[in-house]
């Protein structure tokens, strides 16, 4: 089956113990992106990657790292995380990336919990 | 950047009744508009899209429209029924995707 797999699914830690959020996809896609989901904000972007070794900033990448090794991975990691990044974050990938109209599949999302 | 503007937040419809949401976009360069359905605990999933050159597009209960000289389009969900209650997002796309804060729809049986 076709799918986005986030794991952990819920994760509750403390201020400043680091965690990685992994992320793997088996449809062979380029693009790979990372989101958060805050009420009231929608879905806004953290970081994206069109292709291995290659990522970027999206609209909130502060206090945030990702690595693109390999095409089907997109590790998601909070090196010392603080209480504003609990949150629901959601990892997608699409075919390719760069013109915006592309179909986006999403996991199944993290719901993180800093205290 | 795209700033994509969602009302309302929530909606409550009667099942059988029509539900509309709709969006503003501000960059007129915007050329794809999808809207996503996030069902409780499973990540959004594409519904339907529109591109700049249609107006108006249909699939099976729900119909989306574009007006690009005002900038805004909407989604249409006719004969809701209780599978349709979920979060929608509305999103505009120049070359990368920006989402609307989303819609909270209830169907009330």
């Known amino acids: 089956e076709a799918q986005v797999t986030q794991n952990p699914r819920y994760l509750i830690t403390v201020t400043g113990k680091k965690l990685t959020v992994t992320c793997s996809q088996n449809m062979n896609h380029e693009y790979m992106s990372w989101y958060r989901q805050d009420p009231g904000l929608g879905l806004r972007q953290i970081y994206y990657s069109m292709n291995v070794e290659v990522t970027d900033k999206g609209d909130v990448p502060e206090g945030y790292k990702v690595s693109r090794k390999e095409k089907r991975n997109f590790p998601l990691i909070l090196e010392s995380p603080s209480p504003n990044q609990t949150s629901l974050y959601f990892c997608a990938s699409s075919l390719i990336g760069g013109t915006g109209a592309n179909v986006l599949t999403f996991g199944a999302g993290s719901r993180l919990t800093v205290l | ?109």
């Open chain 2, 1 to 109: 950047g795209e700033n994509v503007e969602q009302h309302p937040s929530t909606l409550s419809v009667q099942e059988g009744d029509s539900a509309v949401i709709k969006c503003t976009y501000s960059d007129s360069a915007s050329n794809y508009f999808p809207w996503y359905k996030q069902e409780l605990g499973k990540g959004p999933q594409l519904i339907i899209d529109i591109r700049s050159n249609v107006g108006e597009k249909k699939d099976q209960r729900i119909a989306v429209t574009l007006n690009k000289t005002a900038k805004h389009f909407s989604l249409h969900i006719t004969e809701t029924q209780p599978e349709d209650s979920a979060v929608y997002f509305c999103a505009g796309s120049d070359y990368k995707l920006s989402f609307g804060a989303g819609t909270t729809v209830t169907v009330r049986a």
